[in-house]
DNA sequence: ACCAAAAACTAGACATTGTCCAATACTGGA
DNA sequence: TCCAGTATTGGACAATGTCTAGTTTTTGGT
């Protein structure tokens, strides 16, 4: 199986390494983890690594275009695999529960706004806050931030 | 002059200080800036302020809607007095300039999004990334980040 | 397979932004 | 004016991320 991710790098012009796939995978298999969450995954699938490799390997995997960073205010960035299909997220201000929704509009940059300022726009970031199904149902008592604010897509 | 900040302060319930209202006074005059670039301005103003100080006082004007914080990726978060109105903001991905942008639709939230997942949503916060003009001239050559990511709009 | 060059990994120090805390000073109402 | 309640201050601390120098691994040519 690892063939696949392999493949994916060496396509992308990254050398591959045992932590980068690793690194990949973790970023794979659970979106929109951050930094540290996706190090101790990488832990536990390969042994160890240290903050820095995972840091290059994100960024690397991020600028070849493999993966996609977020960071949304109060939180660390945040990172996922789905790419290329311009969607955005909504985000639960009370745990910081992250969810994928889709655009609705289309392709990227989904929005024009009125006056560009002479910018060069390239990307509509959108971000909804709000709460989310368990911090509403929990009516502001015992929740506290960051419960598990991942795999909710 | 200043009469007309005190009141204003008074009628959110917020205590009036001499840093408070020099920090709002910062807020107003030059939108967009720093904890730390407000801070500065603030000495010049009144002679000196604590960093402690002029975070709570953001935050307390935040809290009580007097002024909003934006909190751009890659940048510290940056405050403005400009509320109420639902406008967005366009990033100079280069040099960190920002821009306020008019919202396109309307009232908060402005956008709604296909499915949102259970989510209560009370905002749609909308980034445009890009360059700016004087960053597109300078054709990514000496250009540098944080020029003067201020007061652009 | 082997070797050299290039690239990646590691650990630790460092930088930035923001928060916590206890002591002191100020503000607003009686 | 006095007092209780707030605000301010500075210093330590926390979280996230970056820099750097030295070591290890990967790659591509033999």
Redesign the interface.
């Known amino acids: 199986m690892p063939e696949d991710a392999e493949q994916l790098l060496r396509q992308h012009g990254i050398t591959v390494t045992a932590q980068r796939l690793a690194v990949l995978r973790a970023v794979t298999e659970k979106p929109h983890r951050t930094a540290d969450d996706l190090a101790e995954a990488v832990r536990s699938m390969i042994g160890a690594i240290s903050r820095q490799t995972v840091y290059s390997a994100l960024q690397e995997l991020a600028e070849r275009g493999l993966i996609r960073r977020i ?1 949304p ?2 939180s660390p ?1 945040r990172y996922e695999d789905r790419i290329g299909d311009n969607h ?1 997220h ?1 985000i ?2 009370n745990c910081g529960a992250v ?1 994928d ?2 655009c ?1 509009v289309g392709a990227a ?1 989904c ?23 368990a911090c ?1 149902s929990d009516a502001g008592a015992t929740a506290q931030r960051n419960s598990d604010p991942t795999n ?1 897509s």
Chains 1, 2 share one sequence.
């Open positions: 960071q205010a109060n960035a955005h909504l639960c201000r969810v929704v889709d609705p940059p929005l024009k706004p009125c006056d560009d300022a002479g910018y060069a726009i390239d990307e509509a970031e959108v971000i909804y806050w709000g709460r989310c199904p509403i909710h």
